[in-house]
């Protein structure tokens, strides 16, 4: 049986080697390429084709969930897990969203990783046990969502408000909201206030679920 190829995404070249020692040390495992940043990834991934991808989030450039994204649209049977420090539930969403088939921290003993990665490769998610926490409690607050959309009141949004929503919605930051809307960084947030008070929501990324949810993107 021939060995699964991997690919290693991460901006950080000492980390890198580190995962690629325990990697390259697995009889059923062997490392194809390398990349520091998420554009990287994308066109080692089309030049490569591994089985599958260790992918960082923060990275420069493109990050790791845009790259995740992109590599899935052009490669959709390359298995994509995310290794990183970010244990926030809107990354988590993100990259799941984006088709990563994990999202593990760089916390995680080897021995460990390794198990889910391999899970990975069958099908299963690997996702250690407190972020599957958070997906449980995330379906829970779904289950419980007004079918009729009662509960999330857009159409109380200015034209503006929903533009802003949309780029939210979109994963934009303030500044990137700011200067694709042609607004400054000050109007930016005080439309987020608005629209959080609006749709009686605590934060951006509950704002942004309401967004998916009635189409806005």
């Known amino acids: 049986m021939d060995p699964i190829r991997v690919l290693l995404a991460d901006d950080h070249a000492l980390f890198r080697e580190g995962l690629a020692s325990i990697i390259a040390a697995q009889p059923d495992m062997t490392i194809v390429g390398e990349a520091g940043d998420g554009l990287e990834a994308l066109v080692k991934a089309r030049e490569l084709k591994p089985d599958l991808i260790l992918m960082d989030v923060t990275m420069p450039g493109c990050d790791g969930l845009e790259a995740t994204r992109q590599i899935k649209e ?20 993100q990259a799941i969203k984006n088709g990563a088939q994990g999202y593990l921290l760089k916390s995680i003993r080897s021995q460990a990783m390794l198990d889910l990665i391999r899970g990975a490769l069958r099908g299963e998610a ?8 958070y997906m449980l409690e995330e379906f829970r607050r779904l289950s419980h969502a007004a079918p009729d959309g009662e509960a999330f009141p857009v159409e109380t949004l200015t034209f503006r408000e929903q533009d802003v929503l949309a780029q939210v919605a979109a994963g934009a930051t303030d500044k990137e909201i700011a200067e694709a809307l042609s607004i400054s960084l000050h109007t930016v947030k005080s439309h987020m206030r608005n629209i959080l008070s609006k749709l009686h929501v605590n934060n951006r990324y509950d704002a942004a679920k309401i967004a998916r949810y009635k189409g806005l993107v």
């Open 74 to 93: 052009a490669l959709p049977d390359v298995v994509i897990v995310v290794l990183t420090v970010h244990s926030d539930e809107e990354k988590l969403f």
């Open 126 to 133: 690997a996702i250690t046990p407190v972020l599957a926490g």
